[in-house]
């Protein structure tokens, strides 16, 4: 008789992680339709917004703080990484912009190492860690949290996009850049808005990922590809995509550990980053190409 238990605990797992990485897809999107480059750094996001967090919660022990702190404090960073890194870049072209991204990404991790060190640091669940029975599997409740708020994210940011002037602005600028600007459209801004964005996005996937992996200083480069990865596979550009994307690459991993092996629990992420970019280059939901 087959047994479920175990392909229900592999999807709920699945869902946990798909969940972040979709946010930290969503972020490399935002960028994308901004600016037409990938930003590197965003991993670096994840890795701060979860230590931030966590140096905040020592300092003022509410999570609620710590978590709004965490988002606020990698915004700004978000903000000041666009300002100071990619602005005064006199050649703009996109292979510049990426390999400033990928030193970018290289800087920060190594600040990073400096302050908090190579220690990982524990973030208490959301609400408690009794874990709760789901037929017969078992789910934390920091689970629920991670699938909850991304669902909340996703739906705000895509009301920010379809419903406010500065989302309308954002993608006036995506589609058109020279169009948007004659129609007195700060372009420059959007931009460094969408950094600002992304890097909350990226934050706040690190704090909630945060109580069930610990905090490191490196643990933003590989959750960065799964991202990037997810981003591709959905289709670059497209929020939907993103979601689906993150949401796939999750369960692909989680079913890859439970039934072969965790040893291709990272390989399963470039394996189908590969098919995708072999048969369906423009990605599942078709983004920009």
Known sequence: MLNLAPLLQYFISGLTNGAVYALIALGFGIIYNATTIINFAQGEMVMLGALCAISIYQLVPSLPVAFLGGVIIVSLVG????RLALRPVRDPAPITLIIITVGGAVFIKGVAMLIWGKEAYPLPAFSGEAPLHLGPATILPQNLWVLGLTVVLVLALE?????????????????????????GIAAGRMVQLSFGLSAALGAGAGILIAPLTLGVYDMGT???????????IGGLGSLM?????????????????????????DAVAFLLLLVVLFLRPQGLVGGRQ
């Open 241 to 265: 995509g993103g979601v689906l994307g993150g949401l796939l690459l999750g369960l692909a991993e989680a079913f890859t550990s439970g039934l072969i092996s965790s040893g291709y629990r």
């Open 222 to 232: 590989m959750l960065g590809l799964k991202g990037f990865s997810a981003a591709i």
């Open 159 to 183: 009301a920010f996009f379809r419903f406010t002037l500065v989302g309308k602005a954002i993608r006036a600028c995506a589609y058109n850049p020279r169009a948007a600007r004659l129609v």
């Open 79 to 82: 903000l000041v990484f666009e």
